[in-house]
């Protein structure tokens, strides 16, 4: 391979890196904000919306945070005495702390010191005091973790200093001592933006085509992963019933969410249910005896766990009173319902008839020892559309 070629090849390897990239973060975001949204309709819970955010690895549903710091506050204000200088410092504090946006509240604690002020211009007021108070701070933030609440807590009231120092206020020995939550954040007040996501691969700016392709094989593997991950998360949701209403209005749903992302719509399937019945002719003493020995016959053709070997459920019944005797024994007419979905189908003449196949050869596995009538079938389409039984880590 010439340089130039190995050259080309390399910055294709490096544009299919970026293009995944950038695709799994376009992704990412939709997703997050399409989950949100569904969040905000109320189509899915809170809880629900933050294990999906968590198993995609998306940034967490954001929490309301109470901050608190201890600190001392000081300031200049006039009074008419020492003691009232020394009262209205123990019980409130200047209003330019009240008007701070973003809100920031300060309580009084204790009085450290109430001393008169330095003279202004040259001129002694007396009826001037610097107050120094110990304080509680508080302050409210949005933020994911307890650790990003104190970093917002701490930029919200440095960013006040400049403005309250030049009011003569100032607040000093600042000590956080930890944040009071999480609570929850409104829906309607959540961001939407797109957020770093975890794992994300790093472009290599490696010159070397063993480097380039590894790069290139990460990205699309993470690409891929959050693709399956929000798939399986998806359809597991619908499967254990986190999403409420109509299974096939929720799954609809849950499709066009998917679709909307630029993934495959959920598999689509036609409801099918067979009724067969057959006459068996079974040697038995009683008619009650006979119509157990049907029982026992047709319990290999039972089931209500779909299966992909199985795909359907069925139960089967008779009653004495039908039982018929027969000169060997007895006739028993049996009645067995099996109730399907059925996938790859174009129209529904053609589900209907793989059912009654289906159905033909699951009855004759069952009744292969036993004499019988010919199986009379009767196939029914119930409906079409998402297939009710969902596999999220093959479907």
């Given at each position: 391979m010439t340089d130039a070629n190995l050259a080309e090849q390399i910055c294709t390897l490096h544009a299919e890196t970026i293009a995944a990239i950038e695709q799994r973060q376009a992704l990412a975001a939709e997703a997050r904000s399409a989950l949100i949204a569904a969040l905000r309709n109320r189509l899915i819970c809170r809880p629900g919306c933050e294990d999906a955010l968590a198993t995609w690895g998306l940034k967490p549903l954001p929490h309301?945070?109470?901050v608190s710091a201890d600190a001392q506050l000081s300031h200049t204000r006039t009074h008419a005495d020492l003691g009232e200088a020394r009262e209205q410092a123990r019980l409130g504090v200047p209003d330019e702390l009240r008007r701070l946006q973003p809100a920031m509240a300060v309580y009084p604690r204790h009085?450290?010191?109430?001393?008169p002020a330095p003279p202004e211009n040259g001129q002694p007021d007396p009826r001037r005091y610097r107050i120094t108070v110990q304080?509680?701070?508080?302050?409210?933030?949005?933020?994911?973790r307890e650790a990003q609440a104190l970093r917002a807590a701490a930029a919200i009231v440095e960013g006040h200093l400049p403005a309250l120092a030049d009011a003569g206020i100032s607040l000093t020995g600042l000590r956080w001592r930890g944040a009071d939550g999480p609570d929850d954040v409104p829906v309607d007040d959540i961001d939407t933006e797109a957020q770093p996501v975890t794992g994300t691969v790093?472009?290599?700016?490696?010159?070397?085509?063993?480097?380039?392709t590894a790069a290139r094989d990460a990205a699309v593997q993470v690409l891929a992963a959050l693709r399956r991950n929000i798939r399986t998360r998806a359809i597991r949701a619908l499967g254990d019933d986190e999403i409420g209403g109509c299974y096939q209005r929720t799954a609809e749903r849950v499709s066009k969410f998917l679709a909307d992302l630029g993934l495959a719509g959920l598999p689509q399937a036609h409801h099918v249910t067979v009724i067969a019945d057959v006459t068996l002719r079974l040697p038995a003493g009683t008619a009650s005896e006979a119509c157990d020995a049907a029982r026992d016959t047709l319990r290999a053709a039972t089931t209500d766990s779909p299966d992909e070997t199985r795909p359907w459920t069925a139960y089967g019944w008779t009653a004495p009173e039908y039982a018929t005797v027969d000169q060997d024994g007895w006739l028993v007419p049996w009645r067995h319902e099996y109730d399907m979905w059925l996938r790859g189908h174009t129209t529904s003449a053609d589900a209907t008839a793989a059912a009654e196949v289906?159905?033909?050869?699951?009855l004759n596995r069952a009744l292969a020892d036993v004499e019988q009538t010919p199986i009379t079938l009767t196939a029914s389409l119930e409906g079409a559309g998402v297939d009710l039984y969902l596999d999220p880590d093959r479907d």
């Amino acid at each position: 391979m010439t340089d130039a070629n190995l050259a080309e090849q390399i910055c294709t390897l490096h544009a299919e890196t970026i293009a995944a990239i950038e695709q799994r973060q376009a992704l990412a975001a939709e997703a997050r904000s399409a989950l949100i949204a569904a969040l905000r309709n109320r189509l899915i819970c809170r809880p629900g919306c933050e294990d999906a955010l968590a198993t995609w690895g998306l940034k967490p549903l954001p929490h309301r945070w109470t901050v608190s710091a201890d600190a001392q506050l000081s300031h200049t204000r006039t009074h008419a005495d020492l003691g009232e200088a020394r009262e209205q410092a123990r019980l409130g504090v200047p209003d330019e702390l009240r008007r701070l946006q973003p809100a920031m509240a300060v309580y009084p604690r204790h009085v450290i010191d109430v001393t008169p002020a330095p003279p202004e211009n040259g001129q002694p007021d007396p009826r001037r005091y610097r107050i120094t108070v110990q304080v509680t701070v508080q302050t409210w933030v949005t933020a994911t973790r307890e650790a990003q609440a104190l970093r917002a807590a701490a930029a919200i009231v440095e960013g006040h200093l400049p403005a309250l120092a030049d009011a003569g206020i100032s607040l000093t020995g600042l000590r956080w001592r930890g944040a009071d939550g999480p609570d929850d954040v409104p829906v309607d007040d959540i961001d939407t933006e797109a957020q770093p996501v975890t794992g994300t691969v790093q472009l290599t700016d490696a010159d070397d085509l063993p480097a380039a392709t590894a790069a290139r094989d990460a990205a699309v593997q993470v690409l891929a992963a959050l693709r399956r991950n929000i798939r399986t998360r998806a359809i597991r949701a619908l499967g254990d019933d986190e999403i409420g209403g109509c299974y096939q209005r929720t799954a609809e749903r849950v499709s066009k969410f998917l679709a909307d992302l630029g993934l495959a719509g959920l598999p689509q399937a036609h409801h099918v249910t067979v009724i067969a019945d057959v006459t068996l002719r079974l040697p038995a003493g009683t008619a009650s005896e006979a119509c157990d020995a049907a029982r026992d016959t047709l319990r290999a053709a039972t089931t209500d766990s779909p299966d992909e070997t199985r795909p359907w459920t069925a139960y089967g019944w008779t009653a004495p009173e039908y039982a018929t005797v027969d000169q060997d024994g007895w006739l028993v007419p049996w009645r067995h319902e099996y109730d399907m979905w059925l996938r790859g189908h174009t129209t529904s003449a053609d589900a209907t008839a793989a059912a009654e196949v289906l159905v033909r050869a699951d009855l004759n596995r069952a009744l292969a020892d036993v004499e019988q009538t010919p199986i009379t079938l009767t196939a029914s389409l119930e409906g079409a559309g998402v297939d009710l039984y969902l596999d999220p880590d093959r479907d």
